[in-house]
C-alpha cells in the first residue's frame, strides 16, 4: 500500500494562570476530538508561517511571539481509500499576549483555555499529552519570570 506524507504545524499557545500555565484547546466540530490550533502546510510554506496561519485562521487572534527553540513533533498514521496516510505535525510554543476574544472557525466547536491536569484529561491522544509535558518542561515546571 502506497504511503503520503502530509506535513502540518501548529502552534501551542499559553498563558499565565492562577496556578501556572493555561493552554488554548480546540474541539474538532467533525471528529470531537480536542487539539490544539493546526494544520496541513501550502505548498512552498514554511512551518513556521503555516503555524502561524493555521493559528490566525482557527482562533481569530494575531500569532503571538513563539518561545525560542521549543518544536516537537507528532506522527498520525491512519487509511484514506486505497493510501496509507502519515500526518507529521510540527508543533511550537507560543506566549499568547492577546486579550481578545478566541474567534474559533467552523473547523470548531469549542475553545478551553486548560491548566496542565486539565489539558491531559481533555486530550484524547497520547501524542498531543506529550506535547503538553514537553510545553511545561519548557516553561520550567511554572511560569517563566517576567
Request: glycine share 8%; no cysteine.
Amino acid at each position: 500500500m502506497k504511503e503520503t506524507l502530509r506535513r502540518a504545524a501548529g502552534i501551542v499557545a499559553w498563558k499565565p494562570g492562577s496556578d501556572g500555565p493555561l493552554f488554548l484547546l480546540l474541539k474538532n466540530a467533525h471528529h470531537g476530538t480536542w487539539g490544539f490550533a493546526k494544520g496541513h502546510l501550502e505548498p512552498g510554506e514554511s512551518e513556521l508561517e503555516g503555524a502561524a496561519r493555521e493559528f490566525e485562521e482557527e482562533t481569530g487572534l494575531e500569532a503571538p511571539p513563539l518561545v525560542d527553540g521549543f518544536r516537537i513533533e507528532t506522527e498520525h498514521r491512519h487509511r484514506r481509500e486505497d493510501r496509507q496516510i502519515l500526518k507529521v505535525v510540527a508543533y511550537f510554543l507560543a506566549a499568547s499576549s492577546s486579550s481578545g476574544e478566541v474567534k474559533i472557525s467552523a473547523e470548531h466547536d469549542a475553545v478551553l483555555w486548560a491548566d496542565e491536569a486539565m489539558a491531559r484529561q481533555t486530550l484524547q491522544f497520547d501524542s498531543l499529552r506529550r506535547v503538553i509535558t514537553a510545553a511545561v518542561q519548557a516553561l520550567g515546571g511554572s511560569l517563566p519570570d517576567e
